[in-house]
């Protein structure tokens, strides 16, 4: 990888965590009196965005699946231990198992297809 190659992979990384705290800190969002997690359909989509970018990079997994599991650590650990020792991920809320669903499926997803053109080709 060259030099700039670290720099965007150093960004997506950094990009990882801010798209995972924006989505934890917004997901008890409500529409009206509806709860409305918004941010499962933006992890859904930026999540393996983030995966395919990284792939582009480099043709390691490492390389490739490090935004995802980046995000992934990012989401148990503050949604663990939340801003001011709350809980922003509750067990039994689907909210939760929706966000996380969302954001690493599709990721998971994303990464097994680069990976498997790559093998293909």
Request: net charge positive; glycine share 10%.
């Amino acid at each position: 990888m060259s030099r700039l190659d670290r720099a965007v992979f150093g960004f997506l990384l950094a990009d990882a965590v801010v798209l995972a705290l924006v989505e934890l800190l917004f997901l008890p969002s409500y529409l009206g009196t509806v709860q409305f997690p918004v941010t499962a359909a933006v992890a859904a989509v930026t999540t393996p965005l983030l995966v395919s970018e990284a792939a582009r990079l480099s043709p390691r997994r490492r390389i490739a699946g490090a935004p995802l599991v980046v995000w992934f650590l990012t989401v148990l650990v503050f949604g663990a231990l939340g801003p001011g020792g709350d809980m922003v991920l509750v067990g039994n809320d689907w909210r939760t198992l929706l966000l996380i669903g969302a954001g690493a499926l599709p990721s998971a997803m994303m990464l097994g297809i680069v990976l498997g053109k790559r093998v293909r080709t």
